[in-house]
């Protein structure tokens, strides 16, 4: 199936929305791409709406897979799932509405949600104080969403695409990072060192529950009074709740606020605080500090990935070539400082 | 002796152009791209001037560090480039360590540390702390 641009299937999309909505009649007044992400395309709708539950003036955003781009995340349908399992928990998430699972509109699967407005922008949240409001009631608010996610556990009829829950997610997670950088047959003796650490300290397993695997400052989306939106669902997977935590909180997302260990927004108490106010369960502090040097070498692996593709050919983008350049060095030097040879169990002189 | 006007200098002159002169002309949204542009002349500049010098001090780093280390030019001859040892160098330290031959040794800590620092000197210099230098 070809995929069709969407300017061009304005027609047959007003008719699967105009029915979604249970319309007496649908008219997009707004069209247009929002970005053009190599896997995924967004595009901002308006749409007048007569009759029905959604009669009046509705703002959407659509998603779907780039023409060109063959994805290996989550399908759309199944992020569309996710989107849905989150709302129904009460995560602050646009609200997904309808899913197209039939290529006939856009030779494409599609989703449509509810439009939030704000910005998602790591680098001016953390340089624009009028932004996300009061910081430490975001970051409290943030811990709460996080624990509302992690309240969402295996077995889940409507997210069986994420696999069976593993029985070890920390070891797992580190040996998954050991072959990525395998296969880039890029060897590097520092990113090593932190893996063999990892394996030697991985904490025993406990609580598997829906992990959302990229939760930092740049993905969740904000408006000068706080919170409008918790973005980016398709690295998730079940796994030990504290990897979101060490992933949010890792030096690596502070964005140059070392000291707001809160993803460069605040204290991490009072992201702690929000999580257990909403959490049944508390957190694990070892854990969490475990999960950031494992964010660490994440992060490490995407940035040299990054390097890589723009050496292959491909798209020549001078900002992934300075990711691949500049922050590996600097992640492996903190990585060595997190697993100092006092920090291991076993240190040899 | 250098050229005055190498390659290094006309970065530097490339660059001082595009911060002072340009940045300020240019509409808002190309002034990010603007930035990495002046960053990657910094970068490559910064490279230019240290030659061989962090390659070298890699190279003697993960000599030191990997075990029974023998000179393998002389097992390879003439035909290795220092490019092609400095990988396999650390193709190996990197598989010794995976192998627990290395757990918490100070001395392998302290030598990886040397080596990121003398990279990170290259790309961000502000990062290498001065208790490193």
Known sequence: ?349 | MRDKTDGAHLLKLARQALLEQVLGEVRDDKRYLLRLIANALAIAERELLAGQGPSKLERAVLEDLVEDFVEESEILGASETSDEALQRLRWRLAAEIRAGHHDGKAKVHAGLRRIANAHLAIVNPAAVKASDN
């Open chain 1, 1 to 349: 199936m070809t995929p069709i641009s969407l300017a061009e299937a304005k027609q047959s999309l007003e008719a699967f929305l105009s029915q979604a909505a249970q319309a007496s009649r649908l008219r997009l007044t707004e069209l247009r791409p929002l970005s053009g992400g190599a896997i995924q395309e967004n595009w901002l709708l308006d749409a007048e709406v007569k009759d029905g539950p959604h009669a009046g003036k509705l703002e959407l955003v659509l998603r779907t897979d780039s023409v060109s781009g063959v994805s290996d995340s989550r399908t759309r349908p199944q992020e569309f799932a996710l989107l849905r399992a989150a709302w129904q928990a009460g995560v602050t998430v646009p609200e997904p509405l309808w899913l197209n699972e039939e290529t006939g509109i856009l030779g494409r699967p599609f989703y449509v949600m509810r439009r939030v407005t704000g910005t998602a922008m790591g680098h001016r949240l953390i340089k624009d104080p009028a932004l996300g409001g009061d910081r430490n009631a975001l970051a409290r608010q943030l811990g709460r969403e996080l624990a509302k996610i992690h309240k969402i556990r295996p077995p889940r009829p409507d997210l069986v695409f994420l696999g069976v829950p593993p029985d070890d997610p920390a070891r797992d997670e580190v040996m998954r990072l050991r072959k990525q950088l395998d296969l880039m047959g890029y060897p590097n003796p520092a990113l090593e060192w932190a893996m063999r650490w990892c394996e030697l300290h991985a904490p025993i397993p406990e609580r598997v529950t829906l992990a959302h695997g990229d939760f930092r400052t740049g993905n969740y989306m904000v408006d000068e009074n706080g919170l409008t939106g918790v973005l980016d669902w398709e690295f998730c997977a079940w796994s030990d709740p504290m990897s979101d935590l060490g992933w949010f909180c890792a030096k690596c997302w502070r964005f140059g606020q070392d000291e707001l260990e809160a993803g460069g927004i605040a204290a991490r108490a009072e992201f702690y605080r929000g999580y257990e106010q909403e959490s049944e369960c508390p957190i694990d502090a070892d854990r969490v500090a475990f999960w950031e040097v494992v964010a660490h070498i994440r992060w490490a692996v995407i940035a040299i990935q990054q390097g890589e593709r723009t050496l292959s050919g491909g798209e020549g983008s001078l900002d992934l070539a300075l990711t691949g350049r500049i922050y590996p060095p600097q992640l492996e030097r903190d990585l060595l400082d997190m697993t100092a040879p006092a920090r291991w169990s076993q240190a040899h002189a």
